[in-house]
């Protein structure tokens, strides 16, 4: 059966810096933040549509088709699933290796744009017809809920406290121990959790990645998008903006304390 690697995690997770990682090993074709509903999403959010389409990523940051190809692509109906098989065969016939980071914001989340589904829909909608090797990146709940506050400008008035954590563990339900992966462990031992990584993709890992990191293309978070280099220091929002009050209100939340119960081999 054919081989596609996955990338999944929730926003401001890491995503993007990872994934960006994994762009720059030999012999691989990166496709970032991609869903079956992606493009009619990113019309919602009144964002670039066209980046979320993955033929266009494909085109615009490898160059797989040759122009009249590309033209007669875009001039068609395709199906989610027939681009993919498009992109994919492509890649096959340049000897490389596709890696897609899905968007499982739209799966898990997606309020005040859609209804979240609680399931990876990339994940499924790919499963029948391809083996699937892939990643989930985990980062502490109150760092990624504290900074998708701080970064997504819809994000505080549409989740309250219990529905972020419904959404997390939604999501951390999904993922398998053994590829499961922390972003905290990523930013202080970058190369041995990314060769750790590429094991379980099974791709060839790069001992020169970092120099091509700054001309691999994503989509996603804007400092990783920019990055030339991994941050190997990232801030603790949680023990810097809670007071001991929010803090002690948040530890004594039952869906909270439920949720760490289940994160206890990580958190």
């Known amino acids: 059966m054919k081989t596609i690697r996955l990338i999944h995690n929730l926003p401001r997770s890491g995503g993007t810096i990872i994934s960006k990682s994994l762009g720059a090993q030999k012999d691989v074709v990166l496709l970032s933040e991609i869903h079956p509903e992606g493009v009619a999403l990113s019309k919602k959010m009144g964002i670039n549509v066209p980046d979320f389409d993955p033929i266009y990523q494909s085109q615009l940051w490898n160059n797989l088709f040759k122009d009249d190809e590309y033209k007669k692509i875009c001039n068609s109906n395709l199906k989610f699933i027939e681009k993919i098989d498009l ?25 005040p744009f859609s209804k979240p589904t609680y399931k990876n829909m990339l994940f499924e909608t790919l499963k029948s017809k391809y083996k699937i090797l892939n990643i989930y990146l985990l980062r502490n709940p109150l760092e990624t809920l504290i900074s998708c506050y701080n970064s997504l400008p819809f994000f505080k008035d549409n989740y309250k406290f219990e529905t972020f954590i419904k959404s997390y563990e939604s999501f951390f ?95």
């Open 87 to 111: 992109i994919y065969v492509k890649v096959e016939l340049v000897k490389k290796k596709l890696i897609i980071r899905d968007w499982a914001f739209v799966d898990f989340f997606g309020i």
């Open 173 to 267: 339900l999904d993922t398998t121990d053994d590829r499961n992966f922390k972003f905290e462990d990523f930013c202080i031992y970058p190369e041995e959790n990314l060769k750790r990584i590429c094991e379980k993709l099974e791709i060839d890992f790069d001992e020169n990645y970092l120099n091509k990191l700054g001309n691999i293309k994503v989509i996603g978070d804007p400092t990783g998008i920019e990055s030339k280099k991994i941050n190997k220091e990232k801030g603790n929002y949680s023990k810097n903006l809670l007071t001991k009050e929010q803090k002690d209100k948040i530890d004594n939340n039952n869906d909270y304390k439920n949720l760490m119960l289940k994160l206890k081999n990580y958190y």
